[in-house]
């Protein structure tokens, strides 16, 4: 058993990564600020998922806040952290690039901190398949340059594994960075494109298509992710960057089709220009994940969208 702290545990993949850490025994606490991006009640309901896997403990707090998290650490005496608090969203990113860089870096930077002073052994941050950009090179590879961000939100990504590559030069700390590909299943938030599509076509609402559905993406499970968030906190050492993702890329039109299926419903398209900030394909290399993790992701999107939408189903019905 190790005690955890994970950053952003209400959300999406934190709630999953809380369950997986409960389920196999380990002393869990959440930090969570409830940020406003979306409904509080989203959240809210998610660690009612969490609490059915075990007792944690809730510290509704913003990682920005020092004093805050110096008590929480102090008092913690952590082993390790699962860092996925962050302002997310490559197009909200655009509109609110200082808020980014407020919580994406200086945010991470109290943590990264505080992991020093406490001496905590294993440090797992969540980066993003953003940071590739338009690589032209495909499938993308951890050692591929990404030196020409698309986004604000991207920017803040690469620059947080930047400052954690200095915090192990300088200190030692244990990093581990994962690359996240395009995360969807159950408890996805509202405003992802496969919830926000599943959402639309049930209601009969126009569902806005940007470009000409030829853009691709590398679509991960949600149980995926959690296999190598947990896979990449138990062997934390040095500093690694790892891709997380399917490595099959599906289009934005094919993707269209899949929830049409799931639903048994037609899509009415509202057809609109290609957004700034978007990138036309992301595609995981995962050889060095799976050659030093072990991660062997399962589910394809042909298999993943149907339990996607069923389990949007039992929440709707």
Not at 100 to 110: A, E
Not at 123 to 135: C, H, L, P, Q
Not at 164 to 182: E, I, K, M, P, S
Request: contains cysteine; hydrophobic residues 40%; glycine residues 8%.
């Amino acid at each position: 058993m190790a005690r955890v702290l994970v950053t952003g545990g209400a959300g999406f993949i934190g709630s999953h990564v809380c369950q997986a850490l409960l389920a196999r025994g380990d002393d869990v606490t959440i930090v969570d600020s409830f940020d406003p991006f979306y409904e509080e009640s989203v959240k809210r309901g998610n660690l009612a998922e969490v609490a059915g896997a075990g007792d944690c403990r809730l510290v509704e707090a913003d990682i920005r806040d020092r004093d805050r998290m110096t008590s929480l650490f102090a008092e913690g005496q952590f082993e390790a952290v699962v860092h996925l608090a962050a302002k997310a969203g490559v197009r909200p990113s655009i509109e609110d690039p200082a808020g980014y860089v407020s919580t994406n870096l200086d945010g991470s930077t109290v943590l990264f901190d505080l992991a020093v002073v406490h001496e905590i052994p294993r440090f797992v941050f969540a980066s993003s398949s953003s940071v590739y950009g338009n690589n032209e090179k495909v499938p993308f590879c951890e050692d591929d340059p990404v030196d020409h961000p698309v986004s604000p939100y991207a920017a803040t990504k690469k620059a947080g594994e930047l400052v954690a590559h200095t915090y192990h030069h300088v200190h030692g700390l244990n990093v581990t960075c994962l690359r996240f590909f395009t995360v969807y299943g159950p408890r996805q938030r509202p405003e992802m494109a496969i919830h926000k599509f599943t959402r639309l076509i049930d209601a009969g609402d126009p569902v806005p298509f940007f470009g000409d559905g030829t853009s691709r993406r590398d679509y991960t499970y949600v149980d995926d992710i959690v296999d190598g968030v947990l896979r990449s906190l138990d062997r934390c050492e040095g500093y690694r960057i790892y891709n997380l993702g399917e490595s099959h890329t599906t289009t934005l039109a094919r993707l269209v089709e899949l929830i049409e299926a799931a639903l048994g419903k037609k899509a009415v398209l509202d057809r609109l220009p290609f957004q700034r900030g978007d990138v036309q394909e992301t595609f995981a290399n995962i050889s060095r994940a799976q050659t030093e993790l072990g991660y062997d992701p399962s589910t394809l999107v042909e298999e993943g969208i149907p339990k996607f939408v069923a389990w949007f189903r039992s929440r709707t019905q």
